[in-house]
């Protein structure tokens, strides 16, 4: 099983940016927040550092929320998020891809 490691920071913005996935899916009732609801008790309440076993569709899902999360906030004017967050987001899709390939 794959194996998502994290930093301290990484992991809260992970925390946020999923939280706040899952919440704007299921205020425009998209479905695919039923699924994603599923992860966060997985993801825990985002205030250590993390290393997270997750099966394959697990991380596809959780990398959407990022993906989703980042861009809505990355649309946003003027940006929700600082340009460190940014980055440590960046940061984090590139550790999901990469556990999802180990």
Avoid: C
């Avoid at 704007?24 to 550092?49: F, M, Q, V, Y």
């Avoid at 989703?68 to 906030?73: F, K, R, T, V």
Wanted: aromatic fraction near 2%; avoid cysteine.
């Amino acid at each position: 099983m794959p194996v998502l490691n994290l930093d301290q920071a990484q992991y809260v913005l992970l925390k946020r940016l999923y939280t706040e996935a899952v919440q704007r899916l299921a205020s425009s009732d998209d479905p695919r927040h039923i699924r994603a609801l599923k992860l966060l008790p997985i993801i825990g309440d985002g205030t250590a550092e993390r290393s997270i076993p997750l099966s394959r569709s697990d991380l596809e899902s959780m990398a959407m929320m990022v993906d989703l999360a980042l861009g809505w906030h990355l649309a946003a004017t003027p940006a929700a998020l600082s340009s460190e967050e940014l980055s440590l987001g960046h940061e984090i899709q590139a550790k999901l891809l990469q556990a999802n390939r180990t």
